[in-house]
């Protein structure tokens, strides 16, 4: 168990003396003098109450202050570039409608942007019409909830990503939705985080997409709609439990995808509808279990340059493909899953299979050399040759099998 860091509390008791001399501040649009010249009076720890639509080009917030909104108050960017940065520490923005970044191919323009400070906290917002919506760049201990964020539907070059995150640790990202955005959660070189809860639907590339990020957890989020869905590469210790991978369909789309994972959890996850429910490209030591594969077209893609992985007390229904693969599997494990295709026996009534399952039929194999093979997918000469390898293999790999497959579901 790692030990909490010392540093948020020092720098707690460091504001005290400004805390408890803080003041509130009103500021109402149209009253007289400006969000900028009211921002360049307040003091350290100072809350500023907003109320109405605040167009002053963009906003820098350099000091520790928490911007509170009321009765639908924002601030309006007008497509003139950023709309609010923040770059000190210890700054709250919550209750605000933050719109109308330009978008821009040479800058991340964003409707939120905080750099290189330490516990911002941006909650409840309502971000909408952002290029970028929150990005963070070289932050730690970020506090990202409860927020909604709404692109707009335009082509993937004209929109950026919903909650945008580089070079950051310890973040929490909790309780948003995001929706109409290029990828709906971006991660890179992201460290110790915690992502929970948030709903990332119809989003143009993918619900969440993080690469060189480490020791994050994925917990209680849906993914859904999405163009491509879940890609997550070149990362180790990462861990995802309890999400809903749902629907996310195209030609080359899938649930998740794991590519060069190394040290990875993948538990209690749901994958219905999807065109590839779960691929696993050159991953190490990734453990799949008590996973649910309903209703996809492929459940799980393995490759061949995978090792060490397990697949284990797995609900396979439904499923056009359970299992397919691209060359001998000889180094990962596949045991007491539930298949809905097998018709084996359990005489000694232990909940597991007498005889061994082999969920890759002729077809998937052929399928995964020549994918335009698919057009005979219901045909009945295939399904007599997929059969037929199932009962006496010969193109399988020797390796790719359920020794002891379950009976029935082992959850529901």
Same mark, same amino acid.
């Given at each position: 168990m790692r030990r909490a860091s010392p540093i948020p @509390? &020092?720098?707690?008791?460091? !504001? @005290?003396?400004?805390?408890?001399?803080?003041?509130?501040?009103e500021f109402r649009v149209g009253s007289g003098g400006t969000f900028k010249q009211l921002l360049q009076s307040a003091g350290i720890g100072d809350s500023i109450l907003v109320s109405g639509i605040i167009?002053? =080009?963009?906003?820098?917030?350099?000091?520790? /202050?928490?911007? &509170?909104?009321?009765?639908?108050? =924002?601030?309006?960017?007008?497509? #003139?570039?950023?709309? !609010?940065v923040i770059t000190a520490s210890d700054v709250t923005v919550q209750h605000m409608i933050i719109r109308g970044t330009r978008m821009s191919n040479m800058d991340d323009n964003a409707g939120i942007k905080a750099k290189e400070c330490a516990r911002t906290t941006i909650r409840d917002c309502h971000l909408e019409a952002c290029f970028f919506a929150i990005y963070l760049s070289g932050s730690r201990d970020a506090l990202i909830e409860d927020n909604t964020v709404e692109g707009g539907l335009v082509e993937e070059n004209e929109m950026g990503n919903g909650i945008h995150l580089w070079k950051c640790s310890k973040a929490t990202i909790r309780g948003n939705t995001v929706r109409n955005h290029r990828d709906g959660i971006y991660f890179e070189f992201v460290t110790d985080s915690h992502i929970d809860r948030n709903v990332s639907v119809g989003n143009l590339r993918y619900g969440l997409h993080f690469m060189f990020s480490h020791r994050d957890a994925y917990q209680d989020n849906l993914f859904?709609?999405? =163009?491509?869905?879940? #890609? /997550?590469?070149? *990362?180790?210790? &990462?861990?995802m439990r309890r999400n809903r991978f749902l629907s996310n369909r195209g030609g080359s789309s899938y649930g998740l995808l794991l590519k060069e994972i190394n040290d990875g959890e993948i538990t209690d996850n749901t994958f219905v509808d999807n065109t590839t429910a779960l691929l696993v490209d050159g991953c190490n030591r990734v453990h799949a279990e008590w996973n649910t594969f309903q209703f996809n077209?492929?459940? !799980?893609? @393995?490759?061949?340059?995978? *090792? #060490?992985c397990t697949f284990k007390g797995n609900i396979f229904q439904g499923n056009t493909f359970d299992l397919s693969t691209n060359g001998d599997l000889l180094l990962n494990t596949i045991e007491g899953n539930y298949w809905?295709?097998?018709?084996g026996y359990d005489l000694d009534r232990d909940g597991h299979g007498d005889t061994p399952y082999r969920p890759v039929g002729f077809f998937p194999l052929l399928v995964e050399r020549m994918p335009f093979a698919m057009v005979f997918s219901r045909s009945l000469f295939v399904s007599l040759l997929d059969? #037929?390898?199932?009962? /006496?293999? *010969?193109?399988?790999?020797?390796? @790719?099998k359920d020794d002891h497959p379950l009976m029935r579901p082992p959850h529901g």
């Open positions: @509390l &020092i720098a707690a008791l460091l !504001l @005290l003396p400004f805390l408890a001399h803080a003041r509130t501040w167009r002053e =080009g963009t906003i820098t917030i350099d000091r520790p /202050v928490c911007i &509170i909104g009321r009765n639908g108050a =924002g601030i309006d960017g007008e497509e #003139a570039g950023e709309v !609010l859904q709609n999405n =163009g491509a869905g879940v #890609a /997550v590469m070149f *990362s180790k210790e &990462i861990i077209g492929w459940a !799980l893609r @393995l490759y061949a340059n995978a *090792s #060490a809905d295709r097998y018709i059969h #037929a390898e199932r009962v /006496v293999p *010969s193109l399988s790999p020797e390796a @790719l």
